[in-house]
Each structure stands twice: as structure tokens, then as C-alpha cells.
């Protein structure tokens, strides 16, 4: 059995502690002796209510002597005996399971002391009970003779119990005999199966204990409230922690148990008691085991040690990003654009810092006018000062310090609101001067800034590499609320804005304007026919085959559900038809759509002109659909 008692030199523990040994058949015996107990109990108490005289007293007290010796032997712990053996594994359950003996003998004391036959009942139940509840073959057996003979002792002693019903009572009494000798061979034969299974299982699990604890991953397992229930000493090891301390911890302490959502497992960074930075790849598995009455839900944590394989892949890729950073600078001229936020988040990502503060000269002071990773923005710092970031400012020259507690120069009260244990000031240098000054700050003490991470900053800083960067993640954002994702197709919020410029521009120049809304008829229908996968495949082709039909300068946005809207500039009621009619005929496979438009009168608002083609499309719908139908009441055929 595993054993979480076992010595390691880590003091790591492995899983035996999840799983207590059992004896092998302790609790079943002491339950049954318990229930034959309570059997003599209910005996007792019958014979004082039942009979008179002395044998009312004699076998009130024997029956009330052997129920309590049974419970006495319910409660008691010692050793349980062998399974399959017939002899009892210990002194003391050897001695209880003698108390059938008791048993036997106040049943027959029942048929012998009151002269009734009938009495034979109890000493029928005896005998099943007796068999159930003594675990050594001997004993069962002895107290089966027993039972048989002082009946049959009692009843050639007595002629009065040689009635006619003795033969019933004879084979009644052999039956239960032999039921009792059954059902404790059956009893007997299941402890064996059992203890043959603890026994593989206790193999079993003295196998994983032993790979458990060999394994060169660290391994730890968690219950279903996160909390660790064991660990092996590569655990402890990576950890930088005795078992001592991780046991009974939150495994969330230690490890992001998200990566339970990824089979493939994750890179985490933990930073160990000593300071120290390690990379770890995880790899969570979850599982239910049944555990007595419920089901307790486990966790495998595995941690494997990849820092040296982490350190040269962030070489690489630090190298990568820092000269696409520098390619971008070198192709484009600053743009114009307040580049201060996307500057100081890249910082923060290719500096591996915890805050980044950008300060710019405001009258005599340095002013924090963009932050990260702290809650300082709008502090002023005197440029007349002695502080640190006043000298690096007037200087020009960045400066780096693992330890800036002990600098007189390096303020207290920012040290406390950024939480730093290592910092770095550098300067923003435009024209030969200091323009800004970028601080950059790690919760943990690192003893060096890497060549590659100094360069970085500082050409991040001087060049404001990532300020086109964050101008086309600014446009893909725009292009994303302006389009709508199934079809490709202008959104609502795209479609409001270019026909209002649209609507404008035939206001200035007289020139028409067409409005137009389709829809598909019976997609609802085709929806719940052939499903919405097949139902969005049909959108989008639908757009695409529509936006082919139209003219440069045209709009069509997707207005929502099945339905498409139309602007078509500088077109007249019948050339709108024609384009209109065009679009209609381009309806992909068999299915068709009906359209309504509305050209604008010159002076009517977008709403209404909206409105009127709305009831156009109604009009169609109620033609008879796959029609291009006019608001002024002209309807094609289709």
C-alpha cells in the first residue's frame, strides 16, 4: 500500500494518503456480531414480556448476557482474522468470535427451559446468524453441531416436546443449518475476493508510488478544491519549497490550473522563494474516481523545468521583435499620431516589466502622462530636484539599478507606489535633449537588464517604433465595426454613415438617389430545411453574387436577418429598376428575393424615403415575391 509515512530526503509525499488502508473484513464482522446483538436484544426483551416464572428470569438474563457480550465484540478493534484460512488472525478476535458458542447455546437453553416446542424458531434464526457473523470456519461449524445436538438432547430429555410437530421442527431445523453453513462459505468466499483485489491494488499502487516519486518531472495532485494532497521531490524541486509547505496548499499558489482547458499543456513563468525565475511547462489532466459513497474529482499537475529552453527562444524572439521594431522606424517618419500608450505597453512586453511610467516636461516639472502597471498618473517630479529621474532627464543617460533602495536618489514614496525591487530610467532623446524619460520598474529583483532588453527600450523610446503599429491595429478595430462579419458586407453602423454623405451630396448637387431593401424570400424555410450553417453559406454567397451586380460607387450593406440594402447614387427610378432587376436575377441557386426601392424626391428625409421603400419591398411580398417593386406603385414583372 502506498504510504505517505515512507522517508524521502525532499520530505515529498506521495499519493498513498488518498487512499486509506482498509482491514480486510474488521468492519463487516464487528457489523454483523453488532446485528446479532441487537437480534438477542429484541429476544430479551420478548422473554420478559412473554414468559413467567423462572423461565421468564433465567432466559431474560441469558438472552440480555449474549446480546450484550455480542455488542462488546461489535465494538471491539483488534486484529481481524485471515481470510480463507480458517484460523483467526489474533488473540482477540479469536476470543469474540467464541461468543457464537454463547449464542447456540442460549437458543437451546430457549427449547429446553420453557418445554415449547415452538421455541425452535429462535434457535433456527441462531443458527443463520451465527453463520453470517463468525468469520473462522471451526467456529461455525462447532457452533452448527452444537446447536443441532442440544435440541436434539433437550427434545429425547423432554417428552413433552416429542409432539407432532417435531418432525416439522427437525427439518426446519436441519434447513437452517445448512443455509447458515452456506451463507458463511458465500460470506467467506467474498473476503477472499476482496482481499485478492486490496492486494492488487496495493501492488498497483506501491508500483505508481514508486514511479511517482522517481519521476524527473515534478508531479503533484490536487483535489477538487485545489488544495495539494501530494507531490514528488522534482515538485519540491521546482517549486523551491519542502513538501512540508506545498501539502494543504492552493495549487493555484503555484501553478495556473486554466492550462486544465489545453491537452497540450502551457508554458507558466514562476518565480521561486529565493527570487529566482523559473519556466515551467504544465500539463493538467483531470479525473473522477469513486471514493467510498461520491466521486471525487482528482488533478494530475505535471511540471517540467524548459527555463534554458525558454531563454534561448525568447533570445530569438526578443531579436526579431526588436528588429522588426527598428525595420518599422527606419521605413516610416513619425506619423503625428499620440504613439505614448502603444510606446509604453512595448516597453512593458519586451522589458518583462511590472510598470512603465512616461514623463514629459510640463514648466519646471516632469509630469507621469502615461502609465502602466501602477497608479501614478499626473505626478509631478521638479526638474530643479536631486531626485533620480531629474539627474537621468538633464543627463541624458539611461541608468540601471537591481537594488534602487539603496540609492539616495531613487524615491521612497515611488518605490512604494510602483512596488519596485529593480528599476530602470531612460531617456527620450530627440534633436541632442531629452524630450521625455521612460521609467521602467520589476516586482522582482533581477540582477542585470539583458544587452538585448536595454537596446530595445531605448530604441523604442528614441524611434517610437510601434507608433504605425498601433495606427493599423486602430484601423483593422475600425474596419471590424464597420463591417459585418458573416457576409463582408457594410454593417448598420457602415450603412448610416455612407448614405448620410450620400443623402448630402444629391441635397448639393440635385442629383438622384435611389434607396432600395431586398429580401430573401422563404429563408426561414430554407433555414429549417437544410440548417443555419447552410443558411449563412447562402448569405454570404447571396452578398457576394449582389455586390458583383452593382456600380463603383454603390452601397449595399447588410441590414440585418435576410434582408440588404441598397444606395444607388445618380440613378433614376429606371435605371434603379434595371440595376435592381440585375441584382434580383443573381439570386443564388433556386431560391429568390423579392426588392423594394424608393428614389428621393428632393426633399424628404432619409427615415422617410427608408420608410417608403420598406413598403415597396411589402408590396412585392405581397405580389406574389422574387419581383423588383417601386414605392411610386410601378411593379415590375418578374
Not at 516589466?353 to 519646471?364: R, S, W
Not at 465595426?481 to 450620400?502: C, F, I, P
Not at 432587376?581 to 431560391?591: F, I, K, N
Amino acid at each position: 500500500m502506498l504510504s505517505t509515512d515512507r522517508d524521502d530526503p525532499s520530505g515529498a509525499r506521495g499519493p498513498a494518503g488518498m487512499f486509506a488502508e482498509r482491514p480486510d473484513d474488521a468492519s463487516a464482522a464487528r457489523w454483523r456480531r453488532g446485528a446479532l446483538a441487537m437480534y438477542y436484544i429484541a429476544l430479551m426483551i420478548a422473554n420478559l414480556a412473554l414468559l413467567t416464572g423462572a423461565a421468564r428470569v433465567i432466559l431474560t438474563a441469558f438472552a440480555g448476557l449474549a446480546g450484550f457480550l455480542l455488542f462488546v465484540g461489535a465494538l471491539w478493534r483488534g486484529g481481524s482474522g485471515s481470510v480463507g484460512t480458517g484460523n483467526s488472525g489474533g488473540t482477540g478476535s479469536a476470543r469474540w468470535e467464541k461468543l457464537g458458542y454463547v449464542a447456540i447455546l442460549e437458543a437451546v437453553a430457549q427449547v429446553a427451559i420453557t418445554g415449547q416446542l415452538n421455541q425452535t424458531t429462535a434457535l433456527l434464526l441462531t443458527l443463520v446468524g451465527v453463520g453470517a457473523a463468525v468469520t473462522t470456519r471451526k467456529t461455525a461449524m462447532w457452533a452448527n453441531l452444537l446447536g443441532c445436538a442440544g435440541w436434539a438432547a433437550a427434545v429425547i430429555a423432554q417428552d413433552g416436546l416429542r409432539t407432532p410437530e417435531l418432525s416439522h421442527y427437525a427439518g426446519q431445523l436441519v434447513m437452517a443449518g445448512l443455509l447458515g453453513c452456506i451463507l458463511h462459505e458465500a460470506l467467506r468466499r467474498r473476503q477472499r475476493e476482496l482481499k485478492m483485489a486490496r492486494d492488487q491494488l496495493t501492488a498497483g499502487m506501491d508500483r505508481f508510488e514508486n514511479l511517482f516519486h522517481a519521476s524527473p518531472a515534478g508531479v503533484g495532485i490536487a483535489d477538487e478544491n485545489g488544495v495539494l494532497v501530494a507531490v514528488n521531490p522534482a515538485f519540491c524541486e521546482l517549486a523551491g519549497r519542502p513538501a512540508e509547505e506545498l501539502i494543504g496548499a492552493k495549487s493555484n499558489d503555484y501553478v495556473d490550473l486554466a492550462a486544465a482547458d489545453d491537452t497540450v499543456g502551457r508554458q507558466i513563468r514562476y518565480v521561486r522563494p529565493d527570487g529566482s525565475t523559473r519556466w515551467f511547462w504544465l500539463t493538467v489532466g483531470r479525473a473522477g474516481v469513486l471514493d467510498r459513497a461520491k466521486t471525487r474529482r482528482w488533478t494530475l499537475i505535471h511540471l517540467s523545468d524548459v527555463t534554458d529552453r525558454h531563454l534561448a527562444e525568447r533570445t530569438v524572439r526578443e531579436s526579431d521583435r526588436l528588429l522588426a521594431a527598428v525595420s518599422a522606424a527606419a521605413r516610416r517618419i513619425r506619423t503625428g499620431e499620440d504613439a505614448r500608450g502603444t510606446i509604453i505597453e512595448a516597453v512593458r512586453e519586451l522589458a518583462e516589466a511590472d510598470t512603465v511610467i512616461m514623463l514629459e516636461p510640463d514648466g519646471t516639472d516632469l509630469v507621469a502622462i502615461g502609465v502602466v502597471g501602477a497608479d501614478v498618473l499626473g505626478t509631478r517630479v521638479p526638474l530643479n530636484g536631486t531626485s533620480m529621474i531629474a539627474n537621468v532627464y538633464l543627463d541624458g543617460q539611461p541608468v540601471f539599478l537591481a537594488d534602487p533602495g539603496q540609492d539616495p536618489r531613487v524615491s521612497t514614496a515611488l518605490l512604494k507606489l510602483v512596488d519596485g525591487r529593480s528599476m530602470m530610467w531612460q531617456p527620450v532623446v530627440a534633436d541632442g535633449g531629452s524630450v521625455a524619460l521612460l521609467v521602467v520598474s520589476w516586482k522582482t529583483r533581477i540582477t542585470s537588464v539583458s544587452d538585448l532588453r536595454a537596446r530595445a527600450v531605448a530604441l523604442l523610446a528614441d524611434e517610437t517604433a510601434l507608433a504605425l503599429e498601433h495606427e493599423r491595429l486602430l484601423g483593422r478595430l475600425e474596419q471590424m465595426a464597420y463591417t459585418d462579419t458573416l457576409t463582408g458586407l457594410s454593417n448598420r453602423r457602415a450603412w448610416q454613415a455612407g448614405v448620410a454623405e450620400l443623402l448630402a451630396a444629391s441635397r448639393a448637387s440635385g442629383r438622384p438617389l435611389t434607396v432600395a431593401i431586398a429580401d430573401l424570400d422563404h429563408f426561414k424555410r430554407y433555414n429549417d430545411t437544410h440548417g443555419h450553417v447552410a443558411g449563412d453559406d447562402l448569405l454570404t454567397a447571396v452578398a457576394t453574387a449582389f455586390r458583383g451586380q452593382l456600380r463603383t460607387g454603390d452601397l449595399i450593406a447588410r441590414w440585418g436577418g435576410e434582408e440588404f440594402v441598397v444606395a444607388l447614387p445618380d440613378c433614376g427610378d429606371a435605371e434603379a429598376a434595371e440595376i435592381l432587376d440585375r441584382l434580383r436575377t443573381a439570386t443564388v441557386g433556386t431560391e429568390t428575393c423579392s426588392i423594394g426601392y424608393a428614389v428621393w424626391d428632393g426633399v424628404e428625409s432619409y427615415e422617410r424615403m427608408l420608410e417608403r421603400a420598406d413598403g415597396a419591398l411589402y408590396a412585392a411580398k405581397s405580389a406574389g415575391r422574387d419581383r423588383v417593386h417601386a414605392a411610386a406603385g410601378v411593379a415590375l414583372a418578374s
